[in-house]
């Protein structure tokens, strides 16, 4: 019997395992760490903010960050603290949940050398921002970037957090939200005074709170 001679588009198999290439780590887009990767399972809880999106938010903060205690909610690979201490901030706080992606922060805090300046929170940041915060006697960066579907399916309680961000955070601190295009921020505390930017499909607002 002849041997059987393979199809025109080869085995399916292969091809299938040629359609599921390894998700593509984050990279740190400035500052000092420029260029290093960041530990990323791909897994489907994780939604890294979108480079652009991320070179856009800094560029608006520039050279505001420095010295400031980055505080990174639903914080995910880590991506927005990770990038806040490259362009200089002083420490770092992240929350995240899923106990595996929070370990993948922390061997990313420990590959880029800055352990010593990180806090890694394996919690629910709703439970977490009730109790506990960072220290009040540096500025903050606050980084609220969780999944988008909370907006719509848990709006009170991204509400409350956000509200108690803005109440906790020292002067001359800045809170970043980002959300989807949905999502009216005049629902947000000081709603005028947020400075609103589209990056379609994401929205992203700053909040400088102590400032006049």
């Avoid at 500025?139 to 009170?156: H, K, M, T």
């Amino acid at each position: 019997m002849p041997a059987r001679r393979p199809s025109a588009g080869g085995s399916p198999r292969r091809s299938a395992d040629r359609d599921q290439t390894p998700p593509t780590p984050p990279r740190i887009i400035g500052g000092r760490l420029r260029g290093k990767k960041l530990f990323y399972s791909g897994d489907e809880r994780t939604r890294p903010m979108k480079d652009r999106v991320r070179e856009a938010v800094f560029n608006l903060l520039g050279p505001a960050i420095v010295g400031k205690h980055a505080l990174d909610l639903f914080a995910g690979t880590g991506a927005l603290g990770f990038e806040a201490l490259s362009r200089g901030a002083a420490a770092a706080t992240f929350v995240e949940r899923h106990f595996p992606t929070a370990d993948q922060i922390r061997q990313t805090a420990a590959s880029l050398g800055v352990a010593d300046r990180t806090r890694v929170e394996a919690a629910n940041t709703f439970i977490w921002i009730q109790r506990d915060s960072p220290p009040q006697d540096v500025p903050w960066v606050a980084f609220v970037s969780p999944p988008w579907a909370l907006f719509n399916e848990q709006l009170d309680a991204m509400l409350a957090l956000i509200g108690r961000v803005i109440d906790l955070c020292p002067p001359e601190s800045i809170v970043v939200v980002e959300a989807d295009e949905p999502f009216d921020f005049q629902c947000l505390p000081q709603a005028d005074r947020w400075d609103v930017r589209n990056y379609r499909p994401a929205v992203v607002g700053l909040l400088r709170p102590g400032s006049a």
